[in-house]
């Protein structure tokens, strides 16, 4: 391997996503200040933002009532909105991002987190970082997102292209939940997974002929081995933070 090739795979492992922006609670007046506080437990407290408006913001999550106006104002705004509701839709909302509380229930925090973590994917990492509560969530979903990244990879191209994309994202990946969770286990991370990616690469190489021709098969392999890949790397650096 040239050494441009490990510079380039050291350098992907230490990308950070934009400055992270914060979160913006708004709706009912009583559950905000609650559902901020929950949000920002144990984390920066201006990484939550009570109410005002969404420029700037990182995603919305809005509970409660809708407020046609101001969801509006977020959505021309381009922000992600999450939305807690007693299982009503919300205007300019996307179902697939809405978050429903029975009577009577605990506000769902953990639901809301995972809500926020597939509406901002790799955006949100400077964000988990500063918020424990979306670091799990976040992690989760950068490593179901790769997996279907590498599926589709898989599909296309030659075997030792695919192989070479595969390491390079995996070492990405691994960057990203490296850096949501940052503390002691930064450095041995960052040197070990390049050190596993250039021993995969490798092996592919030598495996070349053996990876199956079927796209399909291919696709199918890809993601599994990546998201077992992922989960591990996931649960070593967690276990480690």
């Not at 492992?13 to 709706?27: C, Y």
């Not at 984390?43 to 809708?66: D, S």
């Not at 429903?100 to 949100?124: M, Q, T, Y």
């Not at 279907?148 to 191209?157: D, E, I």
Request: no cysteine; net charge positive; proline share 7%.
């Amino acid at each position: 391997m040239k050494l441009a090739e490990i510079v380039s795979l050291v350098r992907a492992a230490r990308m950070k996503p934009e400055e992270a922006r914060p979160i913006v609670v708004a709706g009912d007046r009583a559950l905000v200040p609650l559902l901020a506080r929950e949000l920002r437990a144990g984390g920066h407290h201006p990484a939550v933002r009570e109410g005002g408006a969404p420029g700037g913001a990182a995603v919305v999550v809005w509970i409660g009532t809708a407020d046609e106006n101001a969801l509006r104002a977020a959505s021309l705004a381009r922000v992600p909105i999450v939305g807690v509701t007693d299982g009503r839709s919300l205007p300019y909302v996307l179902d697939t991002n809405l978050v429903d509380v029975g009577p009577g229930e605990p506000l769902p925090v953990e639901r809301v987190a995972r809500a926020i973590a597939a509406a901002l994917g790799s955006a949100g990492v400077r964000l988990a970082a500063r918020l424990p509560v979306l670091r799990e969530p976040l992690g989760a979903e950068l490593v179901r997102r790769e997996a279907r990244v590498a599926a589709l990879a898989s599909a296309r191209g030659r075997p030792s292209e695919v192989l070479t994309v595969l390491a390079n994202e995996q070492v990405l990946l691994f960057g990203r939940i490296v850096e949501i969770y940052g503390g002691a286990a930064s450095a041995a991370a960052r040197i070990a997974l390049p050190l596993a990616a250039f021993g995969a690469r490798a092996a592919g190489r030598r495996l070349g002929r053996r990876i199956p021709t079927n796209p399909v098969v291919r696709a199918a392999l890809a993601y599994g081995v990546a998201r077992a890949v992922g989960e591990a790397a996931h649960l070593s650096v967690r276990s480690r933070s």
